[in-house]
T-cell receptor, first 113, second 114 residues
Framework: GENVEQHPSTLSVQEGDSAVIKCTYS??????FPWYKQELGKRPQLIID?????GEKKDQRIAVTLNKTAKHFSLHITETQPEDSAVYFC????????????FGTGTRLKVLA | EAGVAQSPRYKIIEKRQSVAFWCNPI?????LYWYQQILGQGPKLLIQ????????DSQLPKDRFSAERLKGVDSTLKIQPAKLEDSAVYLC????????????FGPGTRLTVL
């Protein structure tokens, strides 16, 4: 069935360093890939997304890259700050059927001051 | 704009009891989703509504879970009877439509089954 694998499950970085989180999806029909940030006890919030017709998208310190051939996409956070500490979820959605999101298992990012 | 509202925020029940959760989506959003998020895992879709019709309920344990969105706005999710493994956060989300629109999540209801 449809599946999204996410790695690593936990990631600790020093403030100012970069963080990279990687996801792999199984459904080749997936064409939309959002990333959500969930702070402790709060709702998931969309931070960036990418569609299959582009390979990279940037928004200030955050970027996402997509390799459709390999069915990989990654979140890159540069110049990390303590407020970036949260759980990050990737998701994949096909442009057909029910269009439902399949979420990864999450990455807990800790930015050490 | 106001966000997705959910209630209650927390609920503790004994196993075999019943529980209901309520969700009010963002005004004008046609698509409503209920997710189950077990600790340490990503959200798992339980049911998806388009207006008042069910689009996907393939992962809803229908022997104990039910959901409705009678007027195409608010929705309720019910568990009867609850099991220990139902302990999770139940997230409601909504989007303008299901095809090309962002999903906005509510704050969730944390359910503990003892």
């Amino acid at each position: 069935g449809e599946n999204v694998e996410q790695h690593p499950s936990t990631l600790s970085v020093q403030e100012g360093d970069s963080a990279v989180i990687k996801c792999t999806y199984s459904d080749s029909a997936s064409n939309y890939f959002p990333w959500y940030k969930q702070e402790l006890g709060k709702r998931p919030q969309l931070i960036i997304d990418i569609r299959s017709n582009v390979g990279e998208k940037k928004d200030q310190r955050i970027a996402v890259t997509l390799n459709k051939t390999a069915k990989h996409f990654s979140l890159h956070i540069t110049e990390t700050q303590p407020e970036d500490s949260a759980v990050y979820f990737c998701a994949a959605r096909p442009l057909s059927g029910t269009y439902k999101y399949i979420f990864g298992t999450g990455t807990r990012l800790k930015v050490l001051a | 704009e106001a966000g997705v509202a959910q209630s209650p925020r927390y609920k503790i029940i004994e196993k075999r009891q019943s529980v209901a959760f309520w969700c009010n989506p963002i005004s004008g959003h046609a698509t409503l989703y209920w997710y189950q998020q077990i600790l340490g895992q990503g959200p798992k879709l339980l049911i998806q509504f388009q207006n008042n019709g069910v689009v996907d309920d393939s992962q809803l344990p229908k022997d104990r879970f039910s959901a409705e969105r009678l007027k195409g706005v608010d929705s309720t999710l019910k568990i009867q009877p609850a099991k220990l493994e139902d302990s999770a956060v139940y997230l409601c989300a909504s989007s303008l439509d299901r095809v090309n629109n962002e999903q906005f999540f509510g704050p969730g209801t944390r359910l503990t089954v003892l």
